[in-house]
């Protein structure tokens, strides 16, 4: 109750500000959030509790956050509404036959909502960093799950043991691609001048590689959330991409990626939508947002006729 009174005790000013100034601030809410938590202690634990969105309801999704964690606010902040769209749309695409693999799980909200909603499926979750990864493995074991199989590693066209590059701003984020700046949302600040003033931060980690040509090993359905590193997860796949196991995928991209996403996933027999459009992605100039989800159809396929279908019937 005091983390929800705290977060609605800021907002609000924070939106007559910005309305009587007819501008927004300059920096994230949630980054100025999370920075008050951390007045408080290194971490800031909280409960979220939520129907499971993709059945009907039908199961509870228990998460434990820390509200010091700008992700991890998001989470609590939206009250299980976050990520729902792309969540329903894995749900749509997913049959008695199909495995999910979610490519940078992070806690696991994707992996513990399709998991629980299709226990006799295969869910398969990859996360690289060790700190995301204990936690997501405490989320699977928590929900009593048995059909996940979690793997701390990079999905990646290189073989062996890559660098990943943490973000300290946005806890829990990181990307193969190494910065040159620390970003979430629109705060932005210069990786070099914040690893000389915070010495004992921890920027780099080696972590295994694998492909994923390696995972698809039948129908599948994926996520992808990879910081800009979309291309090389990707590439990494394309041997099964253009057979047809995949029919969905639900891809994070960025203005600087998206172009070589389409690119990509076109040669393999892919369209690209933003949530809820008919018409499919061409370039970056369609795409208005610095970052966000798009979703990969494969055309001909009944995925593609069903996510069609269902964003006809919400069209205005």
């Not at 943490?166 to 970003?183: I, K, Q």
């Not at 600040?189 to 694998?210: G, Q, W």
């Amino acid at each position: 109750m005091f983390a929800r009174g705290l977060i609605l005790t800021v907002h609000y000013p924070l939106r007559i500000y910005e309305i009587l100034r007819r501008r927004p601030l300059p920096v994230f809410e949630h980054y100025l959030i999370v920075r008050i938590f951390k007045l408080t202690g290194s971490w800031y634990p909280v409960s979220l509790k939520y129907p499971n969105p993709v059945n009907g309801g039908n199961g509870t999704i228990n998460l434990d956050l820390d509200l010091c964690q700008t992700s991890q606010y998001v989470y609590f902040h939206r009250q299980g509404q976050h990520e729902v769209q792309w969540i329903s749309l894995i749900g749509l695409a997913m049959g008695e036959d199909k495995t999910f693999i979610d490519v940078g799980a992070h806690i696991g909200v994707f992996t513990i909502t399709v998991a629980q909603a299709f226990p006799y499926q295969r869910i398969v979750a990859i996360e690289p960093l060790l700190s995301n990864y204990s936690k997501l493995q405490r989320n699977i074991n928590s929900h009593c799950l048995s059909n996940v199989d979690a793997i701390q590693g990079a999905v990646t066209v290189a073989d062996g043991t890559v660098k990943f590059f943490e973000n300290p701003l946005n806890d829990g984020g990181g990307s193969l691609v190494e910065p040159t700046d620390y970003r979430t949302g629109d705060v932005v600040v210069n990786a070099t001048t914040y690893r000389d003033k915070h010495p004992e931060f921890s920027a780099i980690h080696d972590v295994s590689s694998l492909a994923l040509d390696h995972l698809i090993n039948g129908p599948s359905v994926l996520k992808i959330d990879v910081e800009g590193a979309e291309a090389s997860v990707l590439k990494s796949g394309l041997e099964s991409l253009k057979t047809g196991l995949v029919e969905l995928m639900v891809v994070e991209v960025t203005t600087d990626s998206v172009d070589e996403v389409i690119n990509l996933v076109g040669e393999a027999g892919f369209d690209c939508f933003i949530y809820g459009c008919l018409q499919p992605l061409t370039s970056h100039e369609d795409f208005k947002l610095r970052l966000d989800n798009i979703v990969c159809l494969r055309r001909n396929s009944q995925s593609y006729d069903a996510v069609m279908a269902k964003f006809a019937q919400a069209a205005p």
